[in-house]
């Protein structure tokens, strides 16, 4: 059987690719949309890994006011720092944020996607800006999703 992770990145590649030749948007990272696409079934995971990215913003951002960050010690530094946010956001206890019953089907345990998504999304948000990166990221994984809906159906839901 076919990995749904394999084929979600090599669909989520083609679609990025098609976003940045006809839109010149990026989506945030050639594999973000990919893992987008199959998160779209818990959006607080989503909206998570979205906050956790502009919070690797907002720090890389602030770093620069007193230190040097440019080019791949830029890109290097937003993957990093947004690899500690994600770490870090294991340890807040989500039911501060919400209530787990009301909005947990059979997943009880909300995390950020994936260890280097946040820091990826982050480039992008400093690079393109927060909502040309975002509509392309949210518009690129709802492809890739309903393609994935053609391809394997119902199974879909049982990931």
């Known amino acids: ?17 098609l976003f940045s030749e006809l839109f010149g948007l990026a ?4 594999v973000v949309p990919g893992y987008f696409a199959l998160a779209l079934s818990r959006p607080i ?4 890994t979205i906050v956790a990215a502009l919070v690797t913003y907002l720090i890389v951002y602030l770093m620069s006011t007193f230190i040097i960050v440019y080019g791949r010690r830029r890109t290097v530094l937003m ?5 500690l946010v994600r770490i870090l956001f294991n340890y807040i206890p989500m039911e501060l ?5 009301t909005y947990a089907s059979e997943q009880t345990e909300f995390q950020v996607i994936g260890y280097i998504i946040p820091g990826l999304i982050a480039i992008w948000f400093d690079r393109q800006g ?4 975002l509509c392309a990221l949210v ?6 999703r ?11 839901n049982m990931h």
């Open 1 to 17: 059987m076919v990995e749904l992770l394999s084929v979600a990145i090599g669909i989520g590649l083609a679609v990025s690719l």
């Open 27 to 30: 989506a945030g990272g050639m």
């Open 45 to 48: 995971d989503v909206v998570l």
């Open 79 to 83: 993957i990093l720092v947004g690899y």
């Open 97 to 101: 944020i919400t209530s787990v019953e």
């Open 130 to 133: 927060w909502v040309e990166t």
């Open 139 to 144: 518009t690129a994984a709802v492809v890739i």
């Open 146 to 156: 309903l393609i994935l809906v053609l391809i394997f159906g119902h199974e879909l």
